[in-house]
């Protein structure tokens, strides 16, 4: 009679252990959506940024189609159609358009007088900050996520429910270089 009591209390002990460790892995992975979410809401706002800045800028510096170029391209894909994995290669790959943009204009003195373009440029700037606090919060929820999904026993918990790591936002190694402008 006793080792079925101490049975059913090891049995009822291993469940809440494996009902709150799932609860774990969702109320984590929930924190990692909510964190891309809100870093969602700058990036497309710097997303929608981007064309006004690059036609101000366009109108002072007519033979650096390269840059604009390239920035246009990456800007023209659909946003709202990309993946959290997506949004997260395509603004790094921005992160470097707009670096060599900001770089050709700083050589333009009547362009750094332009009031549009330093309207633009506060707006940016803001976004930015915004852009960077928020990506050092997802990638504190992914972080926290991701332990969660290596570590035993926890990990097997993740295992069988489809509880994955997820993507730091980081800067690749091409961000990492100065930018390079050549006249």
Not at 7 to 30: D, F, H, Q
Not at 94 to 120: C, H, M, Q, R, T
Not at 121 to 135: K, Q, T
Not at 153 to 165: L, M
């Amino acid at each position: 009679m006793i080792t079925q009591i101490v049975s059913g209390v090891i049995l009822l002990l291993v469940l809440v252990w494996l009902i709150s460790a799932y609860n774990k892995g969702i109320v984590l992975r929930n924190y990692v959506r909510e964190a891309f979410s809100t870093m969602d809401v700058y990036l497309k706002k710097r997303w929608d940024l981007i064309p006004n800045l690059i036609e101000t800028v366009k109108g002072y510096v007519s033979h650096e189609k390269g840059v604009f170029e390239e920035i246009t391209k990456l800007r023209s894909s659909n946003y709202g159609g990309m993946n959290a994995a997506q949004k997260i290669d395509i603004n790094q790959r921005l992160n470097i358009g707009i670096a060599k943009l900001l770089a050709v204009a700083e050589n333009y003195p009547d362009l750094k007088a332009n009031e549009s373009f330093n309207n633009l440029m506060g707006e940016l700037s803001s976004v930015e900050d915004e852009i960077a606090n928020s990506r050092k919060y997802y990638n504190g929820t992914v972080r926290e996520l991701n332990t969660y999904t290596e570590v035993f026993p926890s990990n097997v918990i993740c295992g069988i429910f489809g509880i994955k790591r997820e993507q730091l936002f980081e800067i690749n190694e091409v961000q990492r270089e100065n930018v390079k402008v050549q006249f």
